[in-house]
């Protein structure tokens, strides 16, 4: 069974490019994450997915932060215009309910330069 | 508060030689689960272990075992017979609720194992 599938998984930005991440969550989960992990840190929530609706948004940066999942399956994550402080890498999960065990990507690695 | 707190930035330990990374948490739920994830260099988050608060025995997975104490609110992750392939970071996690779906991640430990 595939995993939680990430592109790209290195991406350098000039500062105020926009730039933008896809995820394909493992078939079947209902349920899709976008975490941000600074260097050293653990991830952090960005947003939460029950199917298409986002049902917490409420740590995304909604000035320059965007995201979408069209038909409750794919997600996208953008930023614009980017800035320095986004360089970090960006963890997209999937679980199959709320409840259950959540299936990381490998992440993408953004530098904004 | 920090929800997750782990307190150990980096371990030590020798190969084959069993080692324990401590967790700490805080909530006023009755109803959460506990996870542990490993996350080696190449970066991705390996699901280790899972604990629910109503779970009475400690969960375990081969050579990982969770040492839950729900009055002390501890969930710390123990690994038998380390192996050079366990060093990674470990960050342990909690989900709050019947519902609420998101996971709130520590710090992480540094894990590092000797030949």
């Known amino acids: 069974e595939a995993g939680v599938v990430q592109s790209p998984r290195y991406k350098i930005i000039e500062k105020k490019q926009p730039v933008a991440f896809w995820c394909n969550p493992i078939s079947g989960h209902n349920t899709l994450y976008w975490y941000l992990q600074n260097l050293g840190q653990g991830p952090e929530l960005l947003i939460r997915?029950?199917?298409?609706?986002?049902?917490?948004d409420s740590q995304l940066p909604k000035d320059r932060f965007s995201a979408e999942r069209l038909k409750g399956v794919d997600s996208t994550l953008k930023i614009q215009p980017a800035e320095l402080g986004d360089s970090a890498v960006y963890l997209c999960a999937s679980s199959f309910t709320a409840n259950t065990e959540a299936f990381f990507g490998q992440g993408t690695r953004l530098t904004v330069v | 508060a920090q929800k997750i707190t782990q307190t150990q930035p980096g371990m030590f330990v020798q190969e084959k030689e069993a080692v324990t990374l401590d967790c700490t948490y805080d909530t006023s739920d009755q109803s959460y689960g506990l996870f542990w994830y490993k996350q080696p260099s190449s970066g991705e988050m390996i699901f280790l272990i899972y604990?629910?608060?109503?779970?009475?025995q400690n969960a375990t997975e081969g050579r990982y075992s969770l040492n839950f104490q729900k009055a002390r609110k501890s969930a710390n992750l123990v690994i038998s017979a380390s192996q050079l392939g366990d060093s990674a970071m470990y960050f342990c996690a909690m989900r709050e609720g019947q519902s609420q779906g998101n996971l709130i991640f520590g710090k992480g430990t540094k894990l590092s194992v000797k030949p």
């Open positions: 997915y029950e199917n298409e609706e986002a049902v917490d």
């Open positions: 604990q629910g608060s109503y779970d009475e």
